[in-house]
Every structure is written in structure tokens, then in C-alpha cells.
């Protein structure tokens, strides 16, 4: 035996005697990830055969998470403390040299744009774990993370530069008319190729295992967000594949391992948001009760309980009171195409609503893709104006299918409403509170996000002028009172621009639960569509 060979026999032997042994972090931010790396040499199927998880404690927490098979004799477990200090953790396996592997680490405070986790907020809003308002302003790309390398990083350099804190996208490809393009790789290993009755060759999945680079580089996506702001609302299930691939047709064994591997190698990861299914209605080999069964599993398995909800076809419900669902994800125009609709479901559900998808900018044949940047932002707004949230879209395409569509495969914007959605999430933001209406089912276009914090949307209504008058009813906050002093802003939100009127507007005494200025004065508005108007108390 040569001296090389001598080598690697040595380094082969000492991985297999201190496999155990591993690699961990010593220190993490709050709400980062930690992960403990052991390497074990497998014989057989590791993902069928090795179980493995781990208890994390600190002087009065518990956790107990999954741990996972990442390949190449990898075994990783991770997990995201919430609090600071030493944290201790101790292996389950059923392996002796992976069992009651144990070890420590210190969490330190969060810094910089680490926030922690979103959680439902004050009922029918949204905070990250650290107390900041989050406001969803989302958009869809379903498969940009199985395009070219290329597109990828286009599709990020676009969101960098949008407003967009949030991007709707799926786990699994998507063969749609206008998404044909065959991914580089897959989340289970091919098993064998079968031939089609035309000819054509058909994978045919190992479904007992998971390919863990396909798991890497949707991490890696996922992170990339992150470090843009942006929230990943992971869609695990989609009607999409038409045979082309079976994901659709999995059986409901191999949908249950599906859910338990992501979470275990997800779950950790902040920005995340389960979102069930995309059409769930429309997966035709999957019945209502087992999309419940599904959405039920994940959040019983998930420790950390992020944000879950599950979307239908257009104005196709499902129970969303349920407690596994934090939110309600819906396809429904209707409710934001007219004034006092979006708010009913808020108040039905008693749950944050997200309008997820209402339509789309572009030029597509499909009525449901072919709205103007215009009606797109209008629709923004409306949801907005009611409590309630609206996610963005874009399907242009002007070549054919082949052609960059963001709604499906991200790329470049060629639309207008993205920057329109940044102008609103600025509007929102700079706001004392989330928007709620203040004077529920009788003031239509009047939000209130706080004492003496107002926003007037007049939609599609082109006004000359308007006479200064607010409701009695704020909404959740106290109710508004006479000789109360405002200042207040035209909005364009089409422009973008925000102009300070000169005068100060003071309420007279109650007429019919609304307050007038004092002089009946008048504010001249711009004869145009889409303008709001910011009240701001000054005393």
C-alpha cells in the first residue's frame, strides 16, 4: 500500500471511530440558526433507518426537534433559540454513536435587521418576534428557485430593489402553459426512467428518500431572502404537474415523511411561512379531509409554530378558524373590487386575511393576467383601506411561453405596480399602528391606526374638493372628540407624491356621528383617481 492510500485509510478509520464527535456552533443570535453536524457512516437507506432528534433546554425552556439526513454520511440537527443564554442539547437516535451525543452553546442578543420570526399581532395583524410591525407587501414568483442559475440571481437583484417583504413560491416544480422549463434537480432521487405511451421518458421516483441538494439550494434561496427582508411563503403542495412528475399524486405516507424532512431542515430557518397548498381544491388526488390531516400534521410538527395557512381557487374557502391555520391565504377578487367587502372575512375568521392572490398585472389572454399597473395598485389599497392585506403579481410576456414571466418564474419587473406596492408598504410603515376601519360597515373608506392617526382612500373617485369631516367611531381606539387639531397630507398613489396641505383642520361639534372642521372648510384634491388622504392629529 502506497503512502496516499495509507492516507485516506487512516482519515476513513478515524471518521468511522469518531463519527459522534461533530461539529457545532458556540454561539448564535436570537432567532438564528444553530447546527450540530455529526457524521456517521450509513449502510443502507438513512432516511427510512436512522432516526434522530434532540432536546435543546435552557434554565426554563424545552424544545424537541427533529434531526435529518443530509447526505454524504451528514446528519445534522438544527434549531432556533428564542431566548438568550447557554443552551444545552442532548441526541435521541437509534444509532448508539449518534445517541446521547450532548452539548452547549450561548445565545446572544439579535443585531442588526434580525427581527425574529413573524407572529399574528393584535388579532388581525402581524409583528416579528422582536415587537416590530410587519406589514405582508408580497408578490409571486411560484418557481423561480427552479430556473437557471442565471434568473435566480436576476429575480433577487429585482427584489432588491422592490418593496416587497414578502414572496409566495413552491417547493415542488410547476408545469403550467406558461412554465415548461424542466428543472436541473429534484427533490427525491430518480429511481429509474420508464418510457410514456408517446415516447416520452418518465422518472420514476426513489420515494424513500430524499435528494438532500435539492434541499440545499432551496436553502440557500431561502436564505438569500432573508438577507433581503423578504418572508418565504413556502407552498409544499400544488396541483401544477399534470403526470408530468407525480409530486401531485404522492400517497399520503410518503406526503406526511415530505412534511416531517422540511420541517426538520426548514423549521430553523426564520423567514419561513407554511403555506399548505396553492389550488388545493384542485389537486384531484387529494381529498378536503386529508388537506386538513395535512395542515394539521405540519403544524403539530413544527416546534416553532410559524405562520401557516392554506389557499384555494378563486373564492374557494376552507375552514380557516381552524387553529392550525394562523391566517387565511385567499384567491378572491370580489371581496377588494368593492367598497366594504374586504373586511367581512376579517371579521368572520377573527384572523389576519391576506388577499393572496386577486389577479395579476400583465398582458396575458386570461382575464385574471391582464390588469393594469393601475387597477393592480387599486387593488392593493383597497385591501389596505379595510384591514387587510393584498399580495402583488405579474405575468407580461412578450415573446411566448419561454418568455420570463415574474408570476411564475421571476425574473426582470416590466410592470408599474411593483414600485407602487414599495409606496404603500412606506405608507403603512410610517403609520402609529396597523389600519383598521374606523367606523366599521358605515364609513367605507376612512382607516384608523391609532388615536388621531387617519387614512382616506377615495379609490377610482375623482373629487375636485373635500370638506374636512372624520367619524365619531375610531375603530378599536377612542372615540374622537370635538376641538381635536389635524393636519393632512394628499396622497397620490399612483405618483407617488405626497403634498402637505397648509391649513389646520380643527372638529366642531358632533353632527350625526361625524366631525366637521369647525369653519367647514374644504380641502382642493387633484381631479384624478386613486388619492388618499393622511390625517395626523397635532394635539
Excluded at 159 to 167: I, M, P, T
Excluded at 202 to 213: E, H, R, Y
Excluded at 334 to 360: C, F, Q, S, T
Excluded at 490 to 500: C, K, R, S, V
Aim: hydrophobic letters at 35%; one cysteine or more.
Amino acid at each position: 500500500m502506497n503512502r496516499k492510500s495509507s492516507l485516506v485509510l487512516s482519515i476513513s478509520i478515524l471518521l468511522i471511530l469518531f463519527s459522534f464527535i461533530g461539529y457545532a456552533q458556540e454561539s448564535v443570535q436570537k432567532w438564528n440558526r444553530f447546527e450540530a453536524t455529526f457524521v456517521y457512516q450509513t449502510n443502507g437507506n438513512a432516511f427510512a433507518n436512522i432516526q434522530l432528534s434532540a432536546k435543546f433546554s435552557n434554565k426554563d425552556t424545552t424544545y424537541t426537534v427533529d434531526g435529518f439526513f443530509d447526505g454524504n454520511n451528514s446528519f445534522k440537527i438544527r434549531f432556533m433559540p428564542a431566548k438568550t443564554g447557554n443552551w444545552q442539547y442532548v441526541t435521541t437516535s437509534n444509532i448508539k454513536e449518534l445517541n446521547n451525543q450532548k452539548g452547549s452553546f450561548n445565545c446572544v442578543e439579535a443585531s442588526g435587521n434580525n427581527h425574529g420570526m413573524v407572529k399574528i399581532s393584535n388579532t388581525y395583524h402581524f409583528k416579528y418576534a422582536d415587537g416590530k410591525q410587519y406589514y405582508p407587501v408580497g408578490t409571486t414568483a411560484y418557481a423561480w428557485n427552479h430556473m437557471s442559475k442565471a434568473v435566480q440571481q436576476l429575480t433577487l437583484q429585482s427584489l432588491k430593489k422592490s418593496g416587497f417583504n414578502k414572496l409566495r413560491m413552491c417547493v415542488f416544480p410547476k408545469d403550467y402553459n406558461l412554465v415548461k422549463e424542466e428543472p436541473e434537480i429534484y427533490p427525491y432521487p430518480v429511481k429509474s426512467v420508464a418510457k410514456r405511451i408517446d415516447g416520452t421518458d418518465k422518472k420514476v421516483w426513489d420515494l424513500t428518500s430524499f435528494n438532500p441538494a435539492f434541499f440545499q439550494e432551496l436553502e440557500k434561496q431561502i436564505d438569500a431572502l432573508n438577507q433581503l427582508g423578504i418572508e418565504a411563503d413556502l407552498i409544499l403542495f400544488h396541483p401544477y404537474d399534470k403526470g408530468r412528475w407525480g409530486f401531485d399524486s404522492l400517497p399520503m405516507d410518503v406526503n406526511l415523511k415530505y412534511i416531517k424532512y422540511v420541517i426538520a431542515r426548514l423549521g430553523a430557518f426564520k423567514n419561513v411561512w407554511w403555506s399548505i397548498a396553492n389550488e388545493w381544491d384542485l389537486v384531484k388526488y387529494k381529498t378536503h379531509d386529508e388537506w386538513i390531516n395535512l395542515s394539521q400534521s405540519v403544524a403539530q410538527t413544527d416546534p416553532y409554530h410559524h405562520l401557516e395557512s392554506i389557499h384555494g381557487s378563486t373564492a374557494k374557502y376552507i375552514e380557516y378558524w381552524l387553529p392550525c391555520f394562523t391566517h387565511a391565504s385567499i384567491q378572491d377578487e370580489a371581496p377588494v373590487m368593492h367598497w366594504g367587502a374586504a373586511p367581512i372575512l376579517r371579521n368572520a375568521y377573527n384572523k389576519p386575511i391576506i388577499y393572496d392572490e386577486v389577479g395579476y398585472e400583465g398582458n396575458l389572454s386570461a382575464r385574471w393576467g391582464r390588469y393594469s399597473g393601475e387597477y393592480m395598485t387599486y387593488l392593493m389599497w383597497m385591501g389596505v383601506i379595510a384591514g387587510t392585506y393584498v399580495t402583488h403579481g405579474e405575468t407580461y410576456m412578450y415573446k411566448d411561453a419561454n418568455d420570463t414571466i415574474f408570476w411564475a418564474k421571476g425574473g426582470e419587473w416590466k410592470g408599474t405596480s411593483w414600485k407602487r406596492a414599495g409606496f404603500l408598504r412606506e405608507i403603512l410603515e410610517a403609520a402609529s399602528g396597523p389600519l383598521e376601519a374606523a367606523d366599521v360597515s358605515r364609513d367605507l373608506k376612512t382607516a384608523s391606526s391609532g388615536n388621531g392617526n387617519y387614512l382616506i382612500y377615495f379609490g377610482k373617485e375623482m373629487n375636485e374638493n373635500w370638506y374636512f369631516n372624520l367619524p365619531q367611531k375610531n375603530g378599536s381606539f377612542n372615540k374622537l372628540v370635538s376641538g381635536k387639531k389635524f393636519k393632512v397630507e394628499i396622497i397620490d398613489t399612483w405618483n407617488m407624491t405626497i403634498t402637505p396641505v397648509s391649513e389646520v383642520f380643527e372638529t366642531a361639534t358632533l353632527e350625526d356621528y361625524r366631525f366637521f372642521d369647525k369653519d367647514r372648510k374644504k380641502i382642493s384634491l387633484p381631479l384624478k383617481p386613486y388619492i388618499a388622504l393622511r390625517i395626523i392629529a397635532l394635539n
